[in-house]
């Protein structure tokens, strides 16, 4: 098998024809779109008496129209990078490593939950090692003890039903 095919496969992603101005552009405009259909509810105000609903609607609005102005100058250059390939081994490990400390954390405790949470999330890279992710693990997970738990005083259960 020549070495093409092998970095082919190992790839796994797929790949969009579409420049990285224009997709950045439509991203911004559809997050713009969301926070102005999330601030419909705000009273807007006056300008005299402004509403809770003004700065946000008109941060969103700017996003859009920034997000529009971008895809426009990513239409129109030629030359502009593409969008590059797409992987999808890093958000799912990164959203399978947040749901493994959601399921864990009420279950088994901090103590548990942490560790496991950082060692899934760490295979969203091929060149994780397992002995520097698991000491990284073990060491944050008593960063996040000492501070949630002595420092801000939060209930967070550090052994779940005992501690």
């Keep these: 098998m020549s070495n093409q095919g092998a970095e082919t496969k190992k790839q796994l992603g797929i ?3 579409v420049r ?6 439509i991203f911004l405009m559809l997050i713009g779109l969301f926070f102005v259909w999330q601030s419909t509810d705000l009273p807007m105000g006056t300008l005299r008496a402004v509403g809770p609903g ?3 609607r008109a941060v969103a609005l700017m996003l859009v129209v920034g997000g529009l ?8 250059d030629k030359h502009g990078p593409m969008l590059p390939l797409f992987a999808f081994r890093g958000p799912f490990f990164i959203i399978a490593g947040i749901l493994c400390f959601a399921v864990l954390i009420r279950s088994v405790g901090l103590v548990a ?8 999330a ?3 890279s091929p060149e994780t090692r397992m002995v520097e992710t698991t000491i990284f693990g073990v060491i ?8 949630f738990k002595y420092m801000l005083n939060l209930p967070i259960p550090v052994i779940a039903n005992y501690w």
């Design 140 to 147: 944050m997970t008593g960063v996040c003890i000492f501070l």
């Design 54 to 56: 003004m700065l946000p």
């Design 20 to 25: 990285q101005e224009i997709a950045a552009g």
């Design 122 to 124: 760490s295979f969203a």
């Design 69 to 76: 102005i971008l895809s426009i100058m990513g239409f129109f």
């Design 15 to 17: 790949n969009i024809p």
């Design 113 to 120: 939950a942490g560790p496991v949470a950082m060692i899934v």
